[in-house]
């Protein structure tokens, strides 16, 4: 998410989880709503989906230390 902060900046925010589910990360569901809501208000919002390149890259890794293994 990104939002102008003013007219000479922006701030982006980052996250792995989706809005609904920040309430079980600040264990309050009210709270994370205003967390939410205040930045998003004139935001752009951009949703990425599929394997970050840190998780592929992770993955292959993994695939092939398992393959190198059980030579």
Partial sequence: MTTQV????????????????????VSDDVVAAAMIDRPVHRA???TLTGDS??????RELLAKDHGAGHR
Wanted: net charge positive; glycine share 14%.
């Fill in 6 to 25: 003013g007219p000479q900046g922006s701030v982006s925010v980052a996250s792995n989880m989706p809005f609904g589910r920040w309430g079980e990360t």
């Fill in 44 to 46: 752009e919002v951009l």
């Fill in 53 to 58: 390149y840190r998780t592929r890259r992770r």
